[in-house]
């Protein structure tokens, strides 16, 4: 049995369906230890024989044997599997790989062993040292000769210890002194245990193997040993091998990257344009609604609303809210607390011969902020809290002064017949509010009032107080829920008044405002990705030959494909990192300046818009590198390395 057997091997090429035989019916077979010369003229079928022996071409009708084991009906897979741990290629234009160093060449075929990351630097340095190349594995190909390029090409062929070399041509762009020593070299490695096998047209180069097989027209017609074969051992060595990792596939782009710096930078910033807009679009809502929100709710409690009976009548008692209303709105869920309250039009201040009208005042309740009292205290029992212009009017030059001070309440109400009355009533000023809030009082002092001149009172609002500014519109719904039947018709029973609901929509207004504005920024984006479409399909082109190669060293589809995704993941990776950094150098701009205008900063990028931001810019890249992946993953390796 031999080692390595070709059985009536035959191939064919079609050109507009004429078929070109190309190998009529090749008989061969192979031992470790020989050093075979594949001699013949160009268009004689070498190459073609070469790219079978190795695993690149599977199209062929006959039987390849290795150790007597067919390989007619391998898979890809198991194709790819061959290729890397039985076959080391040597080319003749040395197939280097132009972005990776010296010693990064070498370790592309040791990555797919097993052995540990120590473990195969060593061999590398250790290879590299055996044909020379000691002082310059870490310089790269353009930085190295030919004959030093072709020894690189030999060190990755022994590097995964395979037991075939097939050498194209090796010496054919070599001078003299050079192609003496390749020769050599190849003599060690079939001293090695290894078959190797040359593909040549020099006479000089077949004599120097141990045998000759001569190919003309697609067919053997001379077959001769010249020398003995190197003895072999029974066990030849072997390093189990791998398909390429993900951490290798990573560390490949990334040195790719690396390589065309400025090129990759520039499609990295074209890439950031787009997700900066969408950031600051983004960001820019959401400052420009909290600075709203903010004015709102420095002057009215957005968490609580007023709920007043729903009439048309002037008659107090048909206004009433009682204490039943109250405690059926604390029993809604989501409501804190809800407590009786009353406002009144038409009431007077007196002072020291000065008379102030109050368009309205109202008893203290959950919807006014803290921060309207301007100076003193809140209001207590017997007490009262005027406003800023009522206090300048009864002391122009120190209206503060007027805390403390006694002053006279009017307020009209009505008696039980019908007739009006003014009510009035002594009380302490006991703060100073904002003009939009009123004179206020508390409602048991308003109680007072009315017990004092003997007029019956009727709280006319409830405050009630809910949880969460998010909820206040669902409380709202149910109380528009309760219903009452008048000259049977139905109508709501309450009416509201409160600016908790109208913040909401508010909201909901600018959200989609910027939400529509972060869409149109985001049409960038559809650009960001027809670039790095474009930009992926031409590195497909011009790493052609290095798919090739990675094939030929049994690279399988899937690592090509990850290899592509890979750098389109660090393209959107690395664009939508500069973009944060340009969005928050832009909000530190834009908010220094309206910090200082207005004291608020109008620019808010939160961290969901940065991994919003971050996301949806690898996505869109990931989703760009799809097709020229997957067109580089489908790439013939032997139309690949031809490729020019």
Request: glycine share 8%.
């Amino acid at each position: 049995m031999s080692f390595l057997e070709l059985k009536d091997i035959h191939k064919s090429y079609y050109v507009n369906k004429e078929e070109f035989k190309v190998l009529k019916g090749i008989n061969l077979s192979f031992e470790r230890g020989e050093f075979v010369s594949i001699l013949g003229e160009s268009g004689g079928g070498k190459t073609t024989l070469m790219n079978i022996i190795g695993g690149l071409d599977a199209r062929y009708t006959g039987e390849v044997s290795l150790n007597g084991k067919s390989l007619h009906d391998n898979n890809e897979k198991q194709w790819d599997a061959y290729r890397r741990d039985t076959i080391g290629f040597i080319f003749q234009n040395f197939h280097l790989i132009s972005h990776l160093s010296i010693l990064d060449n070498v370790m592309v075929s040791l990555e797919m062993t097993k052995m540990s990351r120590k473990d195969q630097i060593a061999r590398a340095e250790s290879l590299l040292e055996k044909v020379g190349l000691k002082e310059h594995m870490h310089k790269y190909p353009n930085q190295i000769s030919g004959g030093q390029k072709q020894r690189v090409a030999i060190a990755r062929a022994l590097a995964s210890d395979p037991q075939i070399i097939i050498a194209d041509e090796p010496t054919g762009a070599l001078d003299a002194q050079n192609t003496q020593e390749i020769l050599a070299l190849l003599d060690e490695i079939a001293k090695d245990d290894k078959l190797v096998i040359t593909v040549t047209h020099s006479q000089e180069v077949a004599d120097h193997g141990t045998r000759i097989v001569h190919m003309e027209n697609g067919q053997i017609d001379r077959d001769e040993r010249i020398k003995e074969t190197f003895p072999v051992t029974d066990n030849p060595t072997a390093l189990p091998t791998k398909r390429l990792g993900f951490t290798a596939t990573v560390k490949m782009a990334l040195q790719h990257m690396r390589y065309n710096l400025g090129r990759n930078i520039l499609i990295i910033f074209g890439a950031s344009i787009g997700i900066f807009s969408v950031l600051l679009m983004l960001g820019l809502g959401n400052g420009v609604k909290g600075y709203i929100n903010h004015e709102i709710y420095s002057q009215v409690n957005p968490t609580s609303i007023m709920v007043a009976k729903n009439t048309n009548s002037q008659k107090p008692a048909d206004s009433e809210m009682k204490q039943s209303d109250a405690d059926r709105f604390g029993k809604l869920a989501d409501v804190d607390h809800s407590k009786l309250g009353y406002f009144a039009q038409g009431t007077s201040i007196h002072y020291n011969k000065t008379n102030a009208t109050q368009p309205m005042m109202q008893t203290k309740n959950s919807t006014m902020r803290s921060n309207l009292l301007k100076k003193g205290e809140q209001p207590k029992q017997g007490e009262i809290a005027i406003t800023k212009s009522t206090a300048k009017k009864f002391n122009k030059q120190h209206p503060n002064q007027m805390i403390g001070k006694t002053i006279t309440l009017y307020v009209p109400g009505m008696t039980a017949n019908g007739q009006p009355k003014t009510m009035k009533k002594e009380l302490k000023v006991s703060g100073i509010v904002s003009d939009n809030m009123g004179p206020t009082v508390t409602f048991n002092t308003m109680k007072t009032l009315y017990k004092e001149n003997n007029v019956k009172f009727y709280p006319n609002f409830v405050t009630v107080k809910i949880n969460e500014v998010s909820n206040v519109k669902a409380v709202q719904n149910k109380i528009k829920d309760y219903k009452i039947t008048v000259k049977n018709k139905e109508k709501q029973q309450y009416m509201i008044t409160g600016v908790g609901s109208i913040i909401d929509e508010l909201n909901t207004y600018i959200n989609l405002a910027v939400y529509v504005l972060a869409g149109i920024a985001g049409i960038s984006l559809l650009v960001s990705a027809i670039m790095i479409i474009v930009v992926l399909y031409i590195s497909v082109t011009e790493r052609t030959k290095e798919i090739g190669i990675l094939r030929a060293l049994g690279v399988r589809k899937g690592d090509i494909r990850s290899l592509f995704i890979s750098e389109a993941f660090f393209l959107g990776l690395f664009g939508s990192l500069l973009a944060v950094i340009f969005g928050y150098l832009v909000q530190w701009g834009i908010n220094s300046i309206s910090t200082n205008a207005i004291s608020y900063s109008l620019v808010a990028i939160t961290g969901g818009y940065v991994t919003f931001g971050i996301v949806i810019s690898v996505v869109i890249s990931l989703l760009a590198a799809l097709a020229p992946s997957r067109r580089a993953a489908k790439l013939d390796p032997i139309e690949a390395l031809s490729h020019e």
